[in-house]
């Protein structure tokens, strides 16, 4: 049995069709895991997202930024960018069942026996991995509850940007939401930097990836996240793997085979 971790797809279908017959996926004896962002800038999410929820049986999935976006556009809570392509989604007689199915994934998966965790963005630095936990959790039991919607609305908020224990229900929440999907940097309190997106190096002076920031994790945790092309799956720590390799901006879609390692890459297709 192989379990292949895929980066962020966001609408490539082709290159993860090419992917997965790459991989030579068997349904009988492989699982696949997504980072999260299977939709979105690219040209094919509706494809792609029936394409994994009929995989969902054999796959792991956690939520990324571009799918809660998705979810909060089909609400209503948030408008349209010009940049965002899943109207083929929105539009769809099975929209409804498509965007249901999707709020039930969570936000963090963790495996034991490799003593992996994937979320979409990364592990806070201030949280161990239980904590990690224990927060997904609280953040999917909402996003399952009926008043679901709601905590579309209320996400979209750059505040608190500092993690506290003593946060409640919406500040809380939307900090979960955007620590597993929308980190990058922190400043030297912690607190999360939305405004900085490229490779390290390229920061302001205070900030740090939050794999260098000092942090709780164990240090045998082996986190995998997506979300950040520009690190272009280069992160300098052997237990922290990154994903993105910015299939959707001409780059490649990558998966690795966690029992190995061993990373499988597609480029980017002509259009
Ligand atoms: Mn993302």
């Known amino acids: 049995m192989s379990t292949y971790i895929i980066g962020d797809v966001q609408g490539c279908y082709k290159e993860l069709v090419t992917l997965l017959d790459k991989i030579n996926f068997n349904e009988h004896t492989d699982r696949l895991w997504f980072v999260g962002d299977l939709v979105n800038r690219g040209p094919q999410s509706l494809a792609v997202l029936k394409l994994v929820k009929k995989l969902s049986d054999y796959s792991q999935i956690v939520l990324g930024n571009h799918d809660l976006h998705l979810l909060a556009a089909f609400f209503k809570k948030r408008a349209l960018h010009k940049q965002d392509t899943f109207t083929d989604v929105l539009l769809d007689d099975q929209a409804v069942q498509l965007l249901d199915w999707l709020r039930q994934q969570p936000l963090l998966h963790y495996d034991s026996e490799f003593h992996t965790v994937m979320t979409h963005a ?22 399952k509850s009926d008043h679901y919607v709601e905590l579309l609305g209320a996400m979209y908020t750059n505040q608190p940007s500092c993690w506290q224990a003593d946060l409640t229900d919406y500040p809380r929440w939307s900090f979960v939401i955007n620590a597993f999907t929308r980190m990058r940097y922190c400043d030297e309190k912690g607190c999360l930097v939305f405004n900085e997106e490229g490779p390290v190096g390229t920061q302001q002076k205070g900030l740090l990836p939050w794999f260098e920031m000092p942090n709780q994790r164990d240090s045998a945790l082996q986190v995998v996240f997506g979300h950040w092309a520009a690190l272009q799956g280069k992160t300098g720590k052997k237990n922290i793997i990154a994903l993105d390799t910015g299939c959707v901006w001409g780059g490649s879609l990558t998966a690795m085979r966690l029992e190995d390692k061993k990373f499988l890459v597609v480029n980017k297709a002509a259009s």
Request: proline share 5%; aromatic share 10%; charged share 20%.
């Open 122 to 143: 990364g592990l806070y630095p201030a949280w161990n991995l239980e904590l990690a936990q224990q927060l997904a959790e609280e953040v999917s039991k909402q996003l």
